[in-house]
């Protein structure tokens, strides 16, 4: 299982912050497991750019001093290899109460009467008439906020969403997996709950927090993303990995 990768991020901001330095010695066990400390391995250092071998030591060194290259998210130099896990506790992490999701409403409506947020359920009945399309999806988002899964459930019906809808994402269900899922816990569950049937449903109810995304595919060894000029292509320009299947080897086409 390849660990949390989110530190990257943070190479050209601040090499400093903890994050980041936390980050580099769960990359490094993974890279060297099974590896004395007189191995070396390829350098993700930016100028050594995967090309350049070194020991634990001098990749410690390297990576704290002048930062990982930040588009190596696929470890594939260091052993990842495609469909490998990558769920640890860190990524599963996502929002796990009202006052969360309400503060993210505040942020995405900034606009709106701070005294909304105190009686969801009124609000709602009395304000979804209002003509103005912000102020529907707000309410719209406080009522579902509101809602309980079944009469006396402490989640409510927008939080059991995210949550599913992250889970779906992190365990890469597919969108009948999903339906499949949804409607076998709609079955077990208390007359009366509120959770969707299908995952059509499901994104009607957090489409307006803006968690709305773009597939992109990319290459298994993360060389270049299958966009705008190369989105119909269906192998790597640089090294030449079919883009639907894993490869046992790896040729260059480019010219």
Sequence with gaps: MAPNKQWINLSKIDRLDKEYGDGIEPFISYAFRNKTDEHKVRCPYVRCNNTFSANRK??????????????????????????????????????????????IIRDLYPNMNESEFGNHSSNCEVNEENPNSEALKFYRLLKDLDEEVYPGCKTSKLAAMIKLLHIKSLGHWTNRSFDMFVKWVVEILPTGSTLPKSFYEAKQIVKYLGLSYKKIDSCINNCMLYWKEKENSNLCKLCGSSRWKENSYAFNISR
């Design 58 to 103: 001098m990749i410690r060194s390297h990576l704290i001093v002048y930062g990982i290259m930040e588009s190596y998210t696929f470890w594939y130099h260091h052993g990842e290899r495609v469909g490998e896990s990558k769920i640890d506790k860190e990524e599963s992490e996502d929002f796990e109460n009202a006052e969360e999701i309400e503060e």
